[in-house]
């Protein structure tokens, strides 16, 4: 069975710093792309972050680009997601997903002071 | 970037009756492969996204065969041909064709009458 599961998400005050975790099991994690799609109160899907197989090729929405780091450790089948300089308007649900074929129940992340 | 618009934002469908979601995508975003990387998720209320549909008529394994999936070029639509209580949700489409630069449309939200 395919599992994935975020955590890490909590509340954090604006320009502060959170790292997500995605923990992987039930299929061939090394061979997988894996992103982050968020998803703020009431509002649409938003691709975020991805990072290929091996972890040599990593991508960013623009709204995340400077601020975010996405990386991997294939031995431990965790995907990370640094996330620095946090704004009010990064607030979601982050999902991840290996290659948008099964998703996370997805953490909260709440900036606010 | 490629701009996802669906149509309608909201459906109310009568049960055991058909509905029809449009996608349209500001430019076609056929990869070098050939192929039309457009997805289509289901997002129930409190649930994470799920894909019905890749590569614009895909089914994915366990999605009722209710569901269909056309469209080339710039032009999607995901049919429901008989509208059942469980389908109740937001339905989004997303190209995954360029990356970065994935685009999720809005997401169109289908309840019963």
């Known amino acids: 069975e395919v599992r994935m599961l975020e955590s890490g998400g909590d509340l954090v005050q604006p320009g502060g710093s959170l790292r997500l975790s995605c923990a992987a099991s039930g299929f061939p994690f090394s061979s997988y792309a894996i992103t982050w799609v968020r998803q703020a109160p009431g509002e649409r899907l938003e691709w975020v972050s991805a990072i290929s197989d091996t972890g040599d090729r990593t991508y960013y929405a623009d709204s995340v680009k400077g601020r975010f780091t996405i990386s991997r450790d294939n031995s431990k089948n965790t995907v990370f997601l640094q996330m620095n300089s946090l704004r009010a308007e990064d607030t979601a649900v982050y999902y991840c997903s290996n290659n948008f074929d099964f998703w996370g129940p997805g953490t909260l992340v709440t900036v606010s002071s | ?113």
Do not use: H
Not at chain 2, 48 to 55: A, C, T, V
Not at chain 2, 94 to 103: D, E, F, K, L, S
């Open chain 2, 1 to 113: 970037d490629v701009v996802m618009t669906q149509s309608p934002l909201s459906l109310s469908v009568t049960l055991g009756q058909p509905a029809s979601i449009s996608c349209r995508s500001s430019q076609s975003f056929v990869y070098i492969d050939g192929n039309t990387y457009l997805n289509w998720f289901q997002q129930r209320p409190g649930q994470s996204p799920r894909r019905l549909l890749y590569k614009v008529s895909n089914r994915d394994p366990g999605v009722p065969d209710r569901f269909s999936g056309s469209g080339s070029g710039t032009d999607f639509t995901l049919k429901i041909s008989r509208v059942e209580a469980e389908d109740v949700g937001v339905y989004y489409c997303m190209q995954g064709t360029y990356w970065p630069g994935i685009a999720f449309g809005q997401g169109t939200r289908l309840e019963i009458k």
